[in-house]
């Protein structure tokens, strides 16, 4: 009896160290309030018997040193934050967002040198990491620290059935029209590829998702112990938004101007001068951006990218000389209207290999029928 006695007050002293350090995954829901809130928030709770804390990847201040520089070449610096798990959900709560916590399957020690590392990692001197929107971000380190803590899960998700890089993205960020369009400019044909189910984490929401279906290597049991959710979505954001696709109707609309301008403007023809010149700047300007990023910058999934066949520096060229009427500048300006041309026929038959962005495809159309008239007209030596 005494044995007896003795096996069970150490059965329970066991049990009681192996839930005496609580080691949860948080997921936060989106926000309008910025571009980047849209697509939600991940961080770690860890709760013991002295503290409730949060460890939060997605800490960045555009105060820092040379941060506008860093994010261009698409090396920004983030880092760890640690707050109290009650800020996290008054902060979180007053922006209307959800908070979805999923308690996790992890013994003693395996929480406690999870917690040890999470302590070590947000000292002044290691909380700062290099950010990377894909592949290190708010979400993929918590991920890599459980993985690492369990030595390994197994998501028992279809990886067929994963979507593409874009598409995961066009599902976040489609209420912000213009900014999914500037973010399609930017994204080359790797973001059309499908992601693995490892490349999902990326998004938050995928994550949870993913750790819902999960499995420990060692036991096969479930990741995920307990699912609690402690705040709901009060701000829903796609909510009034506009039922049309306004990037779509503006370069409708830029194409009927340009049409009638074409066709009943005459004299010397300075409205749809000024408009192909104004055309020129912008796809020229959109060119230094789509160039850089592909092949200055260490974004992800920016080259190859088809947009680079019709947003290019050249067009400053013409946004200038279209104007001018000498022979050495109309010589020039038939090779870069013919040469833009290919460019154009090039970038629409890429639309097989690519997303196009949205809308897009209507400028497209536009400059490339213009850059053929432009050629036929510089080689007549006639200017339309």
């Not at 306004?246 to 074409?262: G, N, R």
């Not at 290019?312 to 104007?323: I, N, R």
């Not at 897009?360 to 510089?378: E, F, I, K, M, P």
Request: net charge neutral; proline share 4%.
């Amino acid at each position: 009896m005494k044995r007896l006695i003795y096996f069970i007050l150490l059965s329970f002293i066991g049990l009681s160290s192996y839930a005496a350090t609580q080691v949860s995954l948080l997921t936060a829901g989106p926000t309008d309030e910025y571009v980047f809130f849209l697509y939600g928030h991940t961080a770690i709770r860890v709760k013991t018997d002295s503290e409730d804390v949060v460890y939060n990847y997605g800490y960045f201040s555009m105060q820092q040193d040379n941060f506008i520089l860093n994010f261009m070449l698409g090396k920004p610096m983030y880092s760890l934050g640690v707050t109290t798990f009650q800020e996290f959900l008054d902060d979180y709560g007053s922006q209307g967002r959800s908070v979805t916590e999923q308690v996790l399957n992890l013994s003693e020690d395996e929480a406690t040198a999870l917690k040890n590392k999470l302590d070590w990692n947000a000292l002044p001197e290691h909380r700062d990491y290099t950010y990377n929107f894909y592949f290190d971000n708010c979400a993929t380190r918590p991920r890599d620290l459980i993985e690492e803590a369990v030595n390994g899960l197994v998501y028992e998700i279809d990886s067929k059935k994963m979507p593409t890089f874009r598409q995961a993205i066009r599902n976040k960020s489609y209420s912000a029209q213009w900014y999914t369009v500037g973010a399609d400019l930017c994204l080359g044909w790797m973001s059309d590829e499908p992601m693995t189910v490892k490349d999902a984490a990326f998004l938050p929401d995928l994550l949870l998702q993913e750790f819902d279906h999960a499995r420990r290597i060692d036991n096969g049991n479930p990741i995920v112990q307990l699912k609690v959710y402690h705040l709901p979505q009060t701000h829903i954001i796609h909510e009034g938004m506009p039922k049309v696709h306004w990037p779509m109707i503006t370069f409708i609309l830029v194409s009927i101007v340009y049409c009638l301008l074409y066709f009943f403007e005459k004299g010397k023809r300075i409205g749809i001068t000024s408009l192909r010149s104004l055309i020129y700047f912008i796809l020229g300007t959109g060119g230094v951006v789509i160039w850089f990023l592909a092949l200055i910058s260490a974004h992800p999934h920016t080259f190859p990218n088809a947009n680079m066949f019709l947003f290019h520096p050249l067009w400053y060229v013409l946004a200038v000389t279209v104007w001018k009427r000498s022979s050495k500048v109309w010589k020039m300006n038939y090779w870069l209207y013919l040469i833009n041309f290919v460019a154009v026929v090039i970038y629409l038959m890429l639309g097989y290999k690519q997303v196009l962005p949205q809308g897009v495809s209507v400028l497209a159309l536009l400059v490339g029928v213009d850059a053929l008239l432009q050629t036929l007209a510089y080689r007549g030596k006639a200017r339309l």
